[in-house]
């Protein structure tokens, strides 16, 4: 599965499904962008971990939400930079 952001894996769990119902086998899942965001069942976990030990697949990313924000240090200004770090702070595993 290709894919081009995890938030929920709800994406996933569809295509997955839709794989499945038509004799198909996952083998793996890449993510353009992990946001690194909890799931609503468990928040212990991020949607790319979760996703990962339910299917038993390997999930990577190109990158991930704090990779981003690394790379925006110093690159926009520090009231972007913090509201992004705010939102990882709240929905962030």
Not at 2 to 9: E, M, Q, S, Y
Not at 41 to 50: G, L, R, V, Y
Not at 52 to 58: G, N, T
């Amino acid at each position: 599965i290709i894919d081009d952001v995890i938030t929920a894996g709800t994406a996933i769990n569809e295509a997955f499904e839709i794989i499945g119902n038509e004799k198909g086998q996952v083998v793996g899942c890449i993510i353009a962008l992990d946001r690194q965001e909890t799931t609503a069942t468990d928040p212990t976990k991020s949607a790319t971990q979760a996703v990962s030990e339910r299917y038993q697949i390997p999930v990577l990313s190109i990158v991930n939400l704090g990779e981003v924000i690394s790379i925006l240090n110093g690159k926009i200004n520090d009231e972007d930079l913090k509201s992004i770090e705010q939102y990882r702070s709240k929905y962030g595993a």
